[in-house]
């Protein structure tokens, strides 16, 4: 049976929790599913009950207020709730640990954050090689290392929080490898000199990083990893300013782990599922969905916020967050137009100055189309279903043109993740280029969102009283 409210908001992250405190601040009754234990999202992502100790006392002091903010709201929270399908009307269904629960709501707030993007290289899915973001999850949920040495490779601000990280936790940093050169963060000074507190952290984690004796290589990029007694060995490549790599391999690591990753894409299966419109923007995390100024999609009563509408980080989640669930309350009758004029001014300007320091980071991880050129031909791309370059490759010159019909010749999308991690790949090697991404497209959103085991579903099903259609004639 589901259970009726006002909203349902999809994630429990900095954007997700804001909506909901907003929006039920204004009376709503508001529902928030998490597939998490606790309420923080990927940034501050709290450490299991269980674990307690060291770890508990360094949760980030942001996700604690957050969390205690939450838990003094009427917002009702449902956490280990994995969302894996979103019915117009609203109906969300979700997996909670005792079965399957559902909702039927008037709004839906689809505030799903991102996911990890990695630019495949041969070894990629080896063992040993970890998300970049993936990573951090590690770290701040598990208090677990990757790898006694582990070398840290890819792009953006993720590079310097997962290397702090590591030696944080204990762990020895083999070096930084950034595609990216000193001149593409330099360009980015304005939005860095907005942000004085967050550009401070990360020159103190640089700063901590030489101290340390920690390499830095720019303009370099993971060629190949390869299984050796003792590790892994990690062969880099320098490359020119697009990121494509020069051929040579300009350096050898061997370390026991390798964390790579090439940013992050928006978490659009929701409204990819909805069928909301999309576009693409390669400097916010690739497709994301359409929105008017107030974080309305397409859809009527379907909202995004957060990274979940495109890259912006923690800050703008928080503000868009807040923005989003005011909308939401003045949509449905729970607030007057003045209120909400007046609650907005300031808000705007302070989720403005936000987004600019996030999109700036979100171009340093912006997917470079040099560099997924020169993915080799037998290197796995969708590793749920181990489909190769060579094959995406083999389906376009047999006249696949679009991400769906690459889907339905190679089954490169249709594993557990549902293409999530394969899929702006998969765009940029149809695109060929820079050429646009809109004749190419995206996989269709399918239902499940998330990895669902069937018997839950259908309960206790005696086979022998189905009723079978007859058989169709021959
Ligand atoms: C793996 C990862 C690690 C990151 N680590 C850092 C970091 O260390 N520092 C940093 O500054 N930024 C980090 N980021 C970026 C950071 O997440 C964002 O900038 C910021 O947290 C965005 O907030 P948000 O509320 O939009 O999304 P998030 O914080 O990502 O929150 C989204 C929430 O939605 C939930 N969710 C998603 N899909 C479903 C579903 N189907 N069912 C139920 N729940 C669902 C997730 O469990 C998550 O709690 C990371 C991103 C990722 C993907």
Known sequence: MSRETDVVVVGGGPAGVEAALAAAAQGLRVTVLDEAPQA????????????????????????????????????VTCFEHAVWSVSPGFRVDALAPDGPASWTARAVVVATGA??????????????????????????????????????????PLLLAVAVGILKAGGQVAGVVDLASPADWAREWRALASRPRLTARGAGWRARLLRAGVPFLYRHAVQAVEEVPGGLRV??????????????VAREYLVDALAVGNGLTASTDITRLLRAAHHYDALRGGWVPTLDAEFRSSLPGLYVAGDAAGLAGADAAVADGILTGLTVARDLGAMTDTAYRGAIGSLRRRARRARSF??????????????????????????????????????????????????????????????????????????????????????????PLRPLPLNLLAGDVEYTSLKLPPPAPL
């Open 358 to 447: 996030g999109t700036a980071m979100a171009r340093l991880m912006a997917i470079r189309p040099a560099h997924v050129a020169a993915i080799p031909a037998e290197t796995i791309v969708c590793r749920c279903e181990d489909v190769t370059r060579a094959e995406i490759d083999a389906a376009r010159s047999e006249g696949a043109q679009t991400a769906n019909q690459v889907k339905a010749w190679t089954r490169c999308g249709m594993g557990p993740c549902q293409g999530r991690i394969c899929g702006d790949i998969v765009g940029a090697l149809l695109a060929a280029g820079e050429a646009p991404r809109e004749p190419v497209g995206y996989f269709t959103g399918r239902t």
């Open 40 to 75: 923080g999202g990927q940034v501050y992502r709290a450490p299991p009950h269980a674990f307690g100790g060291t770890i508990q006392r360094d949760a980030d002091p942001i996700g604690v207020a957050l969390r205690q903010r939450l838990a003094a709201s009427s917002v």
């Open 115 to 156: 996911q990890e993007r990695v630019v495949p290289f041969p070894g990629w899915t080896r063992p040993g090689v970890i998300g970049l973001a993936g990573t951090t999850i590690m770290l701040k949920s598990q208090g677990m290392l990757p790898g006694e040495r582990t070398l840290v490779a890819g792009q953006g």
């Open 235 to 248: 062969l880099l490549t320098r490359v020119d300013r697009h990121g494509a790599p020069t051929k040579k």
